[in-house]
């Protein structure tokens, strides 16, 4: 009988021992399986950062490159701005300029052809004038201020000024055949228009041609 329950006392006691381990197992598992969700989750979280850090990094190049574009052209202009600035910020000072020249011109204008009645220093200062007048010509040429005498050439309104018109047979309508006053442009920029006269049909021509038609 002792034997007996000494037989089943550790039947009992190894089917406990046997629970115990199963219910210690249980919670490892279920916790393995917590983590391999977290694992799961984690992985899926790597995934979005990823993609989110390649959308920021092509925002980031798109903006870079925008700055990049924006800079380059704000040194063309920059840069045009300056040599603008070097070729035309005299233009107020040289448009002063051409009109004292017109008026040294039309004083050599005004000289007589014969200078034989004239005396000797008016002549010497004559002289004088006139390589003044050559020199300023000159001085104008070397730094790119062009005169504009459009004698008997095509009446452009971008460079000319009409001043009146003359009536002729000689030249076809719309043609320079008197120059008022020189015209100059630096570099390629107006300074003043040539202030001139251009050709037009005589009247009498005009009736005599609609007469014709008729």
């Known amino acids: 009988m002792s034997k007996n329950k000494v037989s089943s006392n550790k039947d009992k006691k190894d089917t406990n021992s046997l629970e115990e381990e199963i219910v210690r197992t249980e919670p490892e598992t279920d916790?393995?399986?917590?983590?391999?969700?977290?694992?799961?989750?984690?992985?899926?979280s790597i995934e979005d950062t990823v993609e989110n850090q390649k959308k920021e990094i092509?925002?980031?190049?798109?903006?870079?490159?925008?700055?990049?574009?924006?800079?380059?052209?704000?040194r063309k202009r920059t840069t045009k701005e300056i040599l603008d600035a070097k070729k035309y910020s005299h233009i107020?000072?040289?448009?002063?300029?051409?009109?004292?020249?017109?008026n040294l011109q039309r004083a050599l204008?005004?000289?007589?052809?014969?200078?034989?009645?004239?005396s000797e220093p008016v002549k010497n200062l004559i002289i004088g004038l006139e390589i003044v007048e050559k020199e300023?010509?000159?001085t104008f040429k070397k730094h790119?201020?062009?005169?504009?005498?459009p004698l008997n050439e095509k009446f452009d309104y971008n460079l000319h000024q009409a001043m009146f018109e003359v009536p002729t047979i000689e030249?076809?309508?719309?043609?320079?055949?008197?120059v008022s006053q020189i015209g100059?442009?630096?570099?390629?920029?107006?300074?003043?228009?040539?202030?001139?006269?251009?050709?037009?049909?005589p009247d009498d021509v005009s009736t005599e041609q609609n007469n014709e038609v008729k």
């Not at 000072?93 to 017109?102: E, K, P, T, Y």
Request: glycine share 4%; aromatic share 4%; hydrophobic share 40%.
């Open 109 to 118: 204008k005004a000289v007589p052809e014969d200078r034989s009645q004239l």
């Open 92 to 102: 107020s000072f040289v448009r002063d300029l051409v009109s004292s020249v017109d």
């Open 136 to 138: 300023i010509t000159n």
């Open 171 to 178: 030249k076809d309508p719309g043609f320079v055949v008197e």
């Open 31 to 44: 916790t393995l399986a917590v983590n391999l969700d977290k694992n799961g989750d984690a992985d899926i």
């Open 184 to 201: 100059y442009i630096l570099h390629d920029r107006l300074v003043r228009p040539a202030m001139v006269g251009i050709s037009k049909k």
């Open 58 to 74: 092509e925002e980031l190049k798109d903006q870079l490159l925008r700055s990049l574009a924006d800079s380059e052209n704000l």
């Open 144 to 149: 790119n201020l062009i005169e504009i005498y």
